[in-house]
């Protein structure tokens, strides 16, 4: 069967500073790959998505930038934090090509202060 | 462009009340629309789903209809449940890369 995986799944970090967040998918090859944010009180934002190693489509200008360096490896970054990055970001996949049903993970929740 | 508008929370029941969350949609064609639920500490999943017009999703008791007429597809259950304390996201797909658009949720809060 398949699972998603993120980490961490919680980070408290200073403004300026970088981020790194993970997301691996396993029992599945090739999938679809989805990062979103939540932030408070608003709902799910899709931030970036890809569709193979190294295709990353960008959803919305933002601090924020997207990696896939393997088939099931999709990479959240930030050089340097600000505030407004504060949110629960959520990876999904789907298969590819995709159908209309997302898989989530569990969520990191990032703190900027 | 493709939008969904959610009934604002929170929502407080007692159990065994009935539960209405409504939403709304806006998109060209014909979505699928979903109902996802995100249980605390948790992340989404997947409620229901309904890819065409006069369809109704239906698990666990909740259940939806595509209503084209009115572009709605309001979720519903006829006794809740403690265990069914949830932010619940209605969502959209249209398009071939089936990306989502969500509603900003509902919060659900039900007492013993």
């Known amino acids: 069967s398949q699972t998603i995986h993120q980490w961490p799944a919680t980070l408290v970090q200073p403004v300026g500073s970088p981020l790194s967040l993970e997301c691996t998918v396993e029992g599945t090859s090739n999938p679809n790959l989805y990062w979103y944010r939540q932030a408070a009180g608003r709902g799910l934002q899709l931030l970036f998505y890809s569709v193979g190693i190294g295709q990353i489509s960008s959803e919305v200008p933002q601090n924020l930038s997207a990696s896939r360096p393997q088939d099931r490896q999709f990479i959240l970054s930030s050089k340097k934090l600000l505030l407004s990055d504060s949110g629960f970001y959520l990876c999904?996949?789907?298969?590819?090509?995709?159908?209309?049903?997302?898989?989530f993970g569990p969520g990191t929740r990032l703190t900027v202060l | 462009g493709n939008s969904v508008t959610q009934m604002e929370g929170p929502v407080t029941l007692s159990e065994e009340a009935f539960l209405t969350i409504n939403c709304t949609y806006t998109?060209?064609?014909?979505?699928?629309l979903f109902w996802y639920v995100q249980y605390p500490g948790e992340g989404l999943q997947l409620l229901l789903k309904a890819t065409k017009a006069d369809d109704k999703g239906s698990n666990k008791g909740f259940e939806a209809t595509y209503r084209k007429e009115t572009t709605s597809f309001h979720l519903e259950k006829g006794s809740v449940q403690v265990s069914d304390s949830a932010v619940y996201f209605c969502a959209l797909s249209n398009g071939g890369d089936y990306k989502l658009s969500f509603g900003a949720g509902t919060t659900v809060t039900v007492r013993a």
């Open positions: 999904a996949w789907s298969v590819s090509p995709p159908t209309d049903t997302q898989y």
């Open positions: 998109a060209t064609g014909y979505p699928s």
